[in-house]
């Protein structure tokens, strides 16, 4: 199954600790190329994010985003009664060298540095489980990319349709085209020298009909065509392999222009460059 590239997937988690969202996405790119963006507490995570990443993506440039907002509203908060009790007569002593000293606030006691502890987060349990939800959003990316590449793929077997009707309609009019372009050359050729030897122009119209035939070119045409048919099925990184089939493609279809010498065999050639280029302009997006 081809995989698309290009695809965004996000998603995001609440925790007891807090609450974040993890954002993928990709565009094509020759190689597989990781950009991570983590915040401060969570930069330990660098290597696990990549090697998670890049053990189920092989090609194209991903940017990898984490955000996290951490919470103290669920976490036990506790008062450090020995340092209230030693605040508070602080506080009451100064009071009585106060004149009107003004009663003390319970709530100014609790801000003060020391009198409360919040319980602290295991950072390893967070990050284990952030990295869970990594996972999570990796599958979603991961569909994202494969509905994108089928899509992709139908538009290339749509013109691999198109490069068979072309490659058919050649090999069922070529014999009747040489023949045509023969009887044409072989007519000039007595008008402009007239007297000739017959041995001599039917060497020279056999010398034509060698340089025009394209049966070898269309078999190559039709052996790459169900190549790429077939790779289109693989389950892994089939981009490269495709590009180097177009080349061949194109190749052929050079060729075939080159020996053209019938308006039917130019156009087909034309219309199979058409095909073939479009095909390249879609397997550009695939993985």
Excluded at 43 to 58: F, G, H, I, Q
Excluded at 194 to 221: P, S, T
């Amino acid at each position: 199954m081809p995989y698309s590239m290009t695809a965004f997937a996000r998603l995001e988690f609440d925790e007891p600790w807090g609450r974040g969202a993890w954002e993928l996405r990709s565009v094509n790119h020759r190689f597989a190329e990781l950009g991570t963006r983590l915040p401060e507490d969570f930069r330990a995570l660098e290597a696990a994010v990549r090697e998670r990443v890049n053990a189920r993506v092989r090609r194209g440039k991903i940017d990898c985003t984490l955000r996290v907002e951490m919470t103290t509203a669920t976490r036990d908060l506790h008062v450090n009664e020995a340092a209230a009790r030693a605040l508070v007569q602080a506080a009451e002593h100064v009071a009585d060298l106060c004149a009107n000293p003004a009663p003390i606030n319970p709530l100014e006691v609790l801000r003060w540095p020391g009198v409360t502890e919040v319980d602290s987060i295991d950072l390893d349990q967070v990050r284990a489980a952030v990295l869970d939800h990594l996972d999570d959003t990796l599958d979603a990316f991961l569909d994202a990319r494969s509905r994108e590449g089928e899509k992709l793929a139908e538009l290339v077997r749509q013109r691999l349709d198109g490069i068979r009707e072309q490659v058919a309609m050649l090999a069922t009019r070529v014999p009747e085209i040489i023949e045509v372009v023969r009887e044409r050359h072989e007519n000039r050729i007595r008008e402009l020298a007239e007297g000739l030897d017959e041995a001599r122009v039917e060497q020279e119209c056999a010398l034509l009909i060698q340089r025009l035939d394209v049966a070898e070119e269309l078999d190559r045409l039709a052996t790459h065509v169900e190549e790429v048919a077939r790779v289109l099925g693989q389950d892994e990184p089939i981009g490269r392999r495709l590009d180097f089939l177009l080349q061949e493609l194109n190749r052929e279809a050079n060729t075939l222009g080159s020996k053209s010498a019938h308006v039917d065999t130019a156009g087909a050639a034309v219309e199979l460059k058409v095909l073939i280029e479009q095909i390249r302009e879609q397997i550009q997006n695939i993985e």
